[in-house]
């Protein structure tokens, strides 16, 4: 959801990025090169946060402690939405992440605990497609990136230990097939890139207006 956080940042909002885990260790990556990775790609995105939970990379489940560690930090930064990864994927670490965030949502509204900050409940949790299946997902709904792709690009490239280095070089690379990708959302609401996005409870809508 890179295009979608720049156009949230030319809007004037302010997002934050939670990295649940370093990513490593990974092929042709290592901590100090990915911490470099993510200031590349914070700086793309004009981020306004961005902090890392600590947690291990391969490993990721929802414990309680994990989930106690995650209300925390909702609690104390206080976020009005949370974005998470589309809930059916074959990524395990993926699969895991959904059902730790929704349970920290819950969780971090209680009261009478020894966790920090005041009790909080995010409004909504809403789910981007990182879907590592091949599956014809329907989206709920489509952004149009258009003006923002040359910036989710950039950010994408900014990991070059995971999205280039010992790719093939030939097209169509990784990042050709992304850019199709979001070419194709695009298509779909007849413009030229798009990011696709679900909910699991319904959307409320002002004015028939706010829909094209």
Known sequence: ???????????????????LTTGE????????IRRQETDLA?????????GNAGLINRSLEPTLEARKLLASYFRMLRPRWLFAPYWSDAHPDHVAATQLIEAARFWSKLSKTDMPGERYHPERIY????IHLRLAVQPDWIVDISDQWSRKKSSIEAYASQFVAGRPTEPPTLI??????AAYWGRLIDRHYGEPFATKEPL??????DLF
């Open 25 to 32: 260790p990974t092929p042709h990556g290592s901590e100090t």
């Open 204 to 209: 409320a809508i002002r004015s028939l207006r």
């Open 176 to 181: 050709d097939r992304l850019r199709d990708d």
């Open 127 to 130: 789910y981007y497609f990182c």
């Open 42 to 50: 914070t700086a793309a995105l004009g981020l306004t946060w961005r």
């Open 1 to 19: 959801m890179g295009g979608t956080i720049a156009k949230m940042h030319d809007e004037g909002w302010r997002i934050g990025v939670l990295d």
